[in-house]
């Protein structure tokens, strides 16, 4: 259901709060409901890190300079595929189909980036001696608290580059609406939040100091 | 927050979004500056922190539009979540116990 259509059905755009509190379709309730139960798991798992470095006295802080690079143009191509999806929903409800999905693909581009640059940096730190139960540094904690944040936030960032293609091929072919784009929307500036506490927490509280 | 019920994103245009990405990146990267500043712990921690809010609130705020729904929406949603993510705050003092009881072993 369009925003169009309640305002449709019932007749008047305002004093609706008995019957539709929120004004919004209920596919993006629920998109909603999931972002709030999402960023609570988030939240445990940011918590567990915190906890485990507060609890060890030698946690590692193996980030050299190359690594806070890295993570600083991840984050500019996350906050920039944020913009492209802003112009993908706001294409999409102004009927421009084809503009939609052309930011849409940009936005899954941005996401598959993200995921390349992700992975070379796992790759260099696996190569310096980081495995889950062990690392030359320190604490030999510190693997799998790092992997688990950080490998379930790219794994939200992979399911986001799989559902907007989804939204996009069912947006071009009209099985979905600008709704359902500006719902995909929401997910995917939820996964940006999120990385907007990985990154400091994670990477810029453990930089290399020379 | 709007009581609009209107859907309209021409009240927050590109130009406005292209806005907000700037503020965004200039934010992180006072972070990244931050990193590399002597400071303690704690104090790294409160600001790194606070920029982070402030980064979220941004992208909850525009970029998922939140200011341009119902506040009952925003009102339903933030605080039981804010409230359960403040309580897992709970469980600090214990982190600090342990390293402390270490101290003790020694």
């Known amino acids: 259901m369009s925003e169009s259509d309640i305002t449709l059905k019932s007749g008047r755009a305002d004093w609706l709060g008995g019957e539709l509190p929120y004004a919004i379709p209920s596919k993006k309730l629920g998109m909603w409901l999931f972002i709030v139960s999402d960023s609570i798991t988030f939240g445990a798992v940011l918590v567990c890190y915190a906890y485990l470095r507060l609890a060890s006295p030698n946690w590692p802080t193996p980030f050299r300079l190359s690594s806070i690079v890295n993570g600083a143009i991840m984050t500019f191509v996350l906050l920039s595929s944020s913009v492209t999806m802003v112009a993908a929903v706001e294409a999409a409800k102004h009927g421009r189909i084809a503009a939609s999905v052309r930011w849409l693909s940009a936005t899954m581009l941005g996401g598959v980036v993200f995921d390349i640059l992700h992975i070379r940096e796992w790759l260099g730190l696996i190569h310096e001696g980081l495995r889950l139960y062990q690392n030359p540094w320190g604490s030999s904690l510190f693997g799998a608290a790092f992997f688990t944040l950080t490998g379930l936030h790219m794994t939200h960032v992979t399911v986001g580059v799989i559902y907007l293609g989804i939204v996009a091929i069912g947006f071009r072919r009209g099985k979905f609406t600008s709704d359902d784009v500006e719902i995909s929307g929401l997910y995917w500036h939820f996964v940006d939040l999120v990385w907007m506490f990985v990154f400091p927490l994670v990477y810029l509280l453990s930089a290399r100091m020379h | ?106």
């Open chain 2, 1 to 106: 927050m709007s009581e609009s019920t209107s859907h309209d994103l021409s009240k927050a245009g590109m130009g406005w979004f292209l806005k907000i990405w700037g503020v965004l990146l200039f934010l992180t990267a006072i972070e990244v500056f931050l990193a590399y500043e002597d400071l303690p712990l704690h104090i790294m921690l409160i600001l790194l922190m606070g920029i982070s809010i402030i980064k979220a609130a941004l992208i909850l705020a525009y970029f998922m539009h939140l200011r341009y729904e119902r506040s009952t929406l925003a009102w339903t949603l933030l605080p039981a979540m804010v409230f359960v993510l403040v309580m897992m705050v709970v469980f600090f003092p214990d982190s600090v116990r342990i390293e402390r009881l270490g101290e003790f072993l020694h």
